[in-house]
């Protein structure tokens, strides 16, 4: 009996550590052209340590136990408040000198979904995806009905003079006086943030935000807020959130693509990223890369691009943040 009760407390003692399940967590802040002579070091170093600000954010949710929903929220809020990145405040500009937002957000274990396009003013955009995903029955707003929807819902708006900074408007001044030149010189052409997380309770999730294309008009709108194209998630295979040319990752439902050859071709996480990214994509013209996450907690990152703003942490707490390609 007193080996039995001994063995009792032993069992207890040890069920915390055998419920600590491992967190990860990746972002990204876009891809592109991306060349160390093309970056002032002031630039650089704000870029690194948004990113470092960001993942750590993210993952300090999952860490206290939190939905991997909550813990690309908290991350992706952290980007879009950082001018550096076509998100939020610091986010392209149209041809008229506004900026409009699109953004989206899905549960790898319910596959419920949410989206918003074409807003202005939101703070967060991606709090207003996640509003729709939660608090209506629908999966996608736009423009006018997607802003009252958020006020509606409590939301933070800012002065659409917030989101822009001088070097949105320095950079659509080059664009409409020398299209060709401007896109050598702009890294944030086709732009976007993103994050994807495992949380303890095995369940992944993936969320997007942008401001589009630069100088854009007639209220284009890219693969961001598309889900299956820039964002998906699917505890089945992976979650997944893309950056780059937005027709071309919507004509091909790139995340999508990338959990259907996971989950149905049998695929490793990276095989089926570096497939889609660099023979799909490439092979029809496209530039850009995703950052994708298993249940595992295994991440690939993987871009075809010069460049791509990206940090992860991974199960065994590595911290990972780059910008280059030889930084792989």
């Avoid at 080996?3 to 040890?14: E, R, S, T």
């Avoid at 990113?51 to 908290?74: C, F, K, T």
Wanted: charged residues 25%; aromatic residues 4%.
């Amino acid at each position: 009996m007193k080996n039995l009760l001994l063995g009792a407390l032993m069992l207890i003692g040890a069920l915390p550590a055998m419920a600590e399940k491992p967190v990860a967590i990746a972002i990204h802040g876009g891809a592109g052209t991306i060349l160390p002579e093309n970056m002032t070091p002031e630039r650089e170093r704000a870029i690194r340590e948004a990113l470092d600000q960001a993942v750590r954010r993210g993952h300090e949710v999952l860490s206290g136990g939190a939905p991997a929903l909550e813990a690309v929220i908290a991350a992706i809020r952290v980007l879009e408040d950082a001018p550096e990145f076509n998100a939020g405040r610091g986010a392209v500009l149209t041809n008229t000198g506004t900026v409009e937002m699109d953004a989206s957000i899905m549960d790898g274990r319910t596959l419920d979904a949410g989206a918003v396009a074409s807003v202005k003013r939101i703070r967060h955009p991606i709090e207003a995806a996640s509003r729709v995903m939660t608090d209506s029955p629908h999966v996608m707003l736009i423009g006018e009905g997607a802003m009252s929807f958020a006020e509606g819902h409590g939301l933070a708006f800012m002065d659409e003079d917030w989101f822009i900074t001088d070097f949105r408007r320095e950079q659509l001044a080059a664009i409409q006086s020398d299209e060709q030149a401007a896109m050598q010189l702009s890294e944030d052409w086709y732009s976007t943030v993103g994050a994807v997380a495992l949380d303890r309770d095995g369940n992944l999730a993936a969320a997007t935000s942008t401001g589009g294309m630069a100088n854009k008009r007639w209220g284009r709108v890219g693969d961001s807020p598309i889900i299956g194209a820039g964002t998906y998630a699917d505890n089945r295979a992976c979650a997944v959130s893309a950056t780059g040319h937005g027709e071309f990752f919507i004509r091909h439902v790139a995340a999508h693509s990338i959990c259907s050859l996971v989950r149905l071709a049998g695929l490793s996480l990276e095989q089926a990223a570096d497939r889609v990214i660099n023979e799909t994509l490439r092979e029809a013209g496209a530039d850009g890369g995703v950052i994708a996450i298993d249940p595992e907690g295994r991440i690939s990152m993987p871009f075809n691009t010069a460049g791509m703003y990206r940090a992860a942490i991974h199960p065994d707490g590595r911290v990972e943040i780059a910008i280059y390609r030889d930084e792989e």
